[in-house]
């Protein structure tokens, strides 16, 4: 859609969603491009409920060849070789998506997605990435807090039966209806590496113990310097070791990062399909919301655990000081 107004076409098939958030939200979406890098499998159930949301443009960034374990989890990729031979993940990716609305355009960028320059980023409305290292989480991230235009950032991981997501949107404004009225919010939100850096000692105590634990595996791929999933539960030791110095330094107990829920991150380097329809979807309402600017947004991690069934969301951010 290039216009202000909704064609004819896009009212008559976006009509059940503009009964739900209005005219207006669904024109800002038609005009909204978004970035996404690294199609696992939690990032294409994210891609294809924008999609089918009817955003303007969605952009892949994947070089990687399929794999077995991109089988298992991605069902944007067919099982029949001759379909995805000689393509990249995002080639293969943006050929099916493209089935699902053909009024969003679809296309795919190779490159380091880490060497784009912050240029790149401001033709984004919002940017989703996993698949990524702690170094390059940072670095995307402050690239699109440099643009003088709001770029919503999230980050999104997997691992077995459990995921998160991360959100940051700046200073953001929208609004929420309250009774009869609507009235207009306002939130902070802090950049990932300004998040990550908050003491553990000055979070509240009930804070999720993924949240710890996803801290220390991210830490400890860094320090060994692997590609995130790239664990084992031979790893164990090391992870055990990283883990008491880590709450040593922070003053917090071991007990608050379980030995079975570091295990079952370690070995757990494939994604479950029913859990990422749940963060995918998750991540997707989220996505929309920011573009909307119309409800809620998450503030500022959500985590799942599909052990017990549970998503939580929890604000990580540095205490504001007592006045």
Avoid at 237 to 243: A, E, Q
Avoid at 292 to 303: Q, R, T, V
Wanted: proline share 4%.
């Amino acid at each position: 859609m290039n216009g202000e107004e909704l064609t004819e076409q896009e009212t008559a098939l976006y009509d059940r969603q503009i009964r739900v958030w209005g005219a207006d939200a669904q024109r800002r979406l038609s005009k909204s491009h978004i970035l996404v890098y690294g199609m696992k499998g939690t990032v294409a159930e994210f891609c294809k409920n924008i999609v089918l949301a009817g955003v303007g443009s969605v952009t892949l960034v994947d070089d990687r060849e399929v794999t077995e374990e991109a089988l298992s989890a991605n069902f944007l990729i067919l099982p029949d070789e001759n379909l995805y031979h000689g393509k990249t993940l995002a080639e293969v990716c943006c050929d099916s998506l493209k089935e699902f609305n053909p009024m969003v355009h679809v296309s795919v960028e190779k490159g380091d997605i880490s060497t784009f320059g912050v240029e790149f980023f401001g033709k984004f409305d919002a940017v989703v990435i996993s698949c990524c290292s702690l170094a390059k989480k940072k670095l995307i991230n402050q690239k699109c807090r440099k643009l003088s235009k709001r770029v919503a950032f999230y980050t999104v991981d997997c691992r077995g039966s459990c995921g998160e997501i991360f959100v940051d949107l700046k200073d953001y404004k929208y609004s929420k209806k309250k009774l009869e009225e609507t009235v207009e919010c306002q939130l902070e939100f802090p950049s990932f590496e300004d998040t990550i850096s908050v003491p553990w000692k000055a979070l509240p105590k009930r804070v999720s113990k993924l949240y710890f634990a996803m801290r220390v595996i991210e830490q400890f791929e860094d320090a060994e310097d692997r590609n995130p999933g790239e664990t084992s539960i031979a790893d164990l030791p090391g992870v055990l070791k990283l883990r008491k110095e880590l709450c040593e330094t922070n003053s917090v107990n071991e007990s608050q990062i379980p030995n079975a829920l570091l295990e079952r991150l370690l070995i757990g380097t494939s994604e479950y399909p029913p859990v990422c329809a749940i963060i995918g979807g998750i991540l997707g309402q989220e996505v929309i919301k920011a573009i909307s600017g119309k409800g809620d947004p998450l503030k500022n991690f959500f985590f799942f655990d599909a052990m017990d069934g549970k998503g939580l969301i929890e604000d990580i951010s540095e205490p504001k000081p007592v006045s």
